[in-house]
């Protein structure tokens, strides 16, 4: 029995060729894995089974929306086996986050000589996501770019272009603890968070939020550079809109790890009851969600198994 490696064609913009994807193996690596094309309706249940037969993880190779359906449907199983995500989709959020390579061929075989990790699982009003959940800004370009022809960078800079001058920020009301936030190794970081031990004040309006259990968003852009998905919590994180002039000289910092810009606020609750002034649009892991005025964050510790690689900071 081979190990399952589920590709979805729509995802991204470049063609998957299996061959091309399993040639660069070694032998020995090449004969533990198949390529199985996937998609809608997403009946998960004849892989895993096949993942289990052969002792997993389960690999899927498409884009974070592909990911988020297959983790989806492991968490419903119990997660009997870990998840392998390969890159092949517009933004690849989680894999950029897990610090996973971006060619396909070699995630593949780094992620055959990889290790388990056992990330946190956060949910929306119930309903799990992997990597960031979030609304505003944000999560009505991800329903813009679910209604445009076309995947890729150019169609998602095409939704940010059309929301970016028309998006309003909205109150918010918050039942929730904000924790401390860790200070990292750098010099600077050190002298701010002794200067500012309090934590960071909840927001009461925002453009754009997420609640992010990996530090990046698709096309690698680095909303939540805090977020650690083993520490049992999750790191909102907000962005201003930026200005014209801002677009030039702080976005791309955003696109930076270790970029600093005033666009982005970050803090960390363990749960969160939030309430909006209206209803807003709200995705998980890019993919589009309901609209809602009121949405319950919780986070379950180290509940869902991950197959990751060497490169992955967390343990």
Not at 6 to 22: M, Q, R, V
Not at 57 to 70: I, Q, S
Not at 177 to 182: A, H, I, N, R, S
Not at 282 to 287: A, F, K, M, Q, Y
Request: aromatic share 8%; hydrophobic share 40%.
């Amino acid at each position: 029995m081979k190990l399952p490696i589920l590709f979805n064609s729509a995802s991204g913009t470049s063609p998957k060729d299996p061959d091309a994807l399993l040639r660069p193996l070694p032998k020995e690596l090449r004969d533990r894995v198949e390529a199985l094309p996937f998609g809608p309706p997403w009946d998960f249940d004849a892989p895993i089974a096949q993942a289990m037969a052969a002792g997993g993880p389960l690999f899927v190779w498409g884009g974070d929306g592909t990911v988020h359906h297959a983790a989806k449907a492991l968490v419903d199983r119990g997660c009997p086996v870990p998840l392998a995500a390969l890159p092949g989709g517009s933004g690849n959020g989680l894999v950029h986050g897990l610090r996973t390579p971006l060619e396909p061929s070699g995630a593949l075989q780094r992620l055959l000589e990889g290790r388990e990790l056992r990330l946190d699982l956060p949910r929306l009003d119930g309903d799990c996501f992997l990597n960031i959940c979030g609304t505003g800004f944000e999560a009505a370009v991800a329903h813009r770019f679910d209604s445009l022809p076309g995947r890729g960078f150019s169609t998602y800079a095409q939704a940010c272009w059309q929301l970016w001058r028309t998006w309003q920020e909205a109150g918010l009301s918050w039942d929730a603890e904000p924790l401390p936030t860790p200070a990292t190794a750098g010099r600077i970081e050190r002298i701010r968070a002794a200067l500012h031990a309090a934590p960071p004040a909840l927001p009461t309006a925002a453009w754009s939020l997420s609640f992010a259990n990996l530090p990046t968003f698709g096309n690698g852009l680095w909303i939540a550079p805090g977020a650690d998905p083993t520490d049992g919590l999750l790191q909102w994180a907000t962005l201003a809109r930026p200005g014209w002039l801002a677009l030039a000289s702080e976005v791309p910092q955003l696109f930076r790890e270790g970029g600093t810009t005033p666009l982005r606020r970050e803090g960390r609750v363990r749960r969160a009851l939030l309430r909006l002034e209206r209803p807003l649009p709200w995705h998980l892991d890019g993919e589009p969600a309901p609209e809602r005025d009121r949405a319950e964050l919780s986070v379950e510790p180290r509940a869902f198994r991950m197959q990751v690689t060497d490169a992955c900071p967390w343990t």
